[in-house]
């Protein structure tokens, strides 16, 4: 089979490592790619939103299967245009990735079907959002309705921080489109968690839990990223965790999809807030996404031990039913390097060395997120996340430690990580 991968992040990368060795793909392309995912797949110069020149490759190259890696694809109907030609492909149509296309519609679904997720409002006018901030007050949390690259969200300490984040979605601008409309939350206190289960449409098949660090420095210090590093499992994901947010979260969801018209396939990625109350550990909805995460998806695929092309096959089939997954014991464990001014406007074209010299530290794979070849052997940074550096170990410190030694090997100016990823699950080992 022919297979397809959209994006260039280091989750596609992720993605096409897995995949490139799993017995049913005979042939493996990547568009557009990055450096790295070129030694896996052959990259393919189309931007992974240009669904009319995707849709085009896909038929004239004959792909079998196409595996949509971001976000903005999903929305805007790749799927749906892929699947009108006979082209089987993983993720949602359109009008199930409303799901993450617009947090209005989630939170207004979760609130027609009891599924357990913060108190909100939605707002299009300035003036009504600034009301409804000064009546509830703070901390509170606003964000942008739609897709913002992980950015649009603010928690604010204060009112006036909340103010400032409404001024800039709706009276700026910042965010274009997708802060047309804005959500304004109740705050949440508790540890956060990243959920994943595949589905088909009826059957949601779970599969590991993870923990990102949104922060961009040390001791989660400073402004939200698309995540500066993950490990898995989470230690805070307890098997009875598992059961309560697939009865209680996920397996309603795809109910409730399923019921409205827009039945769901592909990921399931609920981001959620844990509490410990005097019941025990439960679990509320922050929001979901419809793809998988980045850098969630680089622990992920270290760990599964399951050929990933059959389980994607099957939810995009509607074959989840009586399909299982098998998954290493070991601790996957991922520092993101990223370019200096990130997540400002980052630097790029510095050149990246020693990448060979990280990859041969044990159980470690550098993904690439956002690399370019830069002619002669030089791989060159190319974004804000550059590089995912993620190790295996028997324990999350052995793990760290082992990802750590890798980044040090890594000779780039221009690139910085933060030194304490996986320090909730550390000090629970500790």
């Keep these: 089979m022919k297979v397809l991968v959209v994006g260039s992040g280091g989750r596609e990368h992720a993605l096409c490592w897995k995949l490139a060795a799993s017995p049913l793909c005979d042939k493996l392309y990547c568009a557009p790619g990055n450096a790295g995912i070129a030694a896996v797949a052959e990259c393919v110069a189309i931007a992974a939103d240009d669904i009319e020149e995707l849709v085009r490759f896909a038929r004239e190259a004959g792909i079998g299967f196409v595996v949509v890696g971001p976000e903005a694809p999903l929305v805007g109907g790749l799927v749906d245009r892929l699947e009108s030609i006979g082209i089987k492909a993983f993720g949602p149509s359109a009008a199930a990735a409303a799901l993450e296309g617009s947090k209005g519609f989630m939170k207004d679904l979760c609130a027609r079907h009891n599924i357990p997720t913060a108190g909100y409002g939605r707002f299009s006018d300035a003036g009504a959002a600034r009301a409804y901030v000064v009546l509830k007050g703070a901390p509170i949390v606003v964000k942008a309705d739609g897709l913002a690259a992980g950015k649009g969200v603010t928690v604010a300490q204060t009112v006036e921080e909340a103010l400032a984040a409404i001024d800039e979605i709706l009276v700026s601008g910042r965010f274009g489109t997708a802060g047309a409309e804005l959500v304004i939350e109740e705050f949440m206190a508790g540890e956060e968690a990243s959920f994943f289960a595949l589905v088909d449409g009826e059957t949601a098949l779970p599969l590991v839990a993870a ?27 307890t098997p009875e965790l598992t059961a309560q947010v697939m009865e209680r979260i996920i397996r309603p969801t795809v109910r409730a999809m399923t019921a409205e018209g827009r039945p769901f396939k592909g990921v399931l990625f609920a981001g ?20 998988f995460g980045d850098p969630e998806c680089q622990v992920l695929m270290k760990r599964l031990k399951s050929d990933l092309l059959p389980l994607l096959l099957a939810s995009a089939e509607g074959r989840l039913a009586g399909m299982t997954t098998e ?14 001014g990130y997540p400002g406007e980052p630097k790029k074209g510095g050149e990246i060395k020693g990448l060979a010299e990280a990859g041969a530290a044990g159980g470690v794979t550098v993904f690439h997120a956002a690399t370019k070849d830069g002619g002669g052997g030089k791989i060159l940074a190319n974004g804000g996340r550059v590089l995912g550096v993620t190790a295996l170990g028997g324990s999350v410190r052995a793990a760290q430690e082992r990802a750590y030694t890798a980044v040090d090997r890594l000779d780039w100016a221009g690139g910085f990580c933060r030194r304490d990823i996986g320090w909730r699950a550390v000090a629970r080992e500790a």
């Design 327 to 340: 998954w290493s014991d070991d601790v996957a464990l991922c520092v993101v390097m990223a370019a200096e």
């Design 272 to 291: 959620l807030m844990i509490t410990t109350t005097e019941g025990g550990a439960e679990a509320r909805l922050l929001e979901y996404n419809t793809r």
């Design 211 to 237: 923990q990102d660090h949104k922060a961009v420095f040390d001791g989660d210090k400073g402004p939200n990223t698309g995540g500066m590093g993950a490990y898995s499992p989470a230690p805070v994901v």
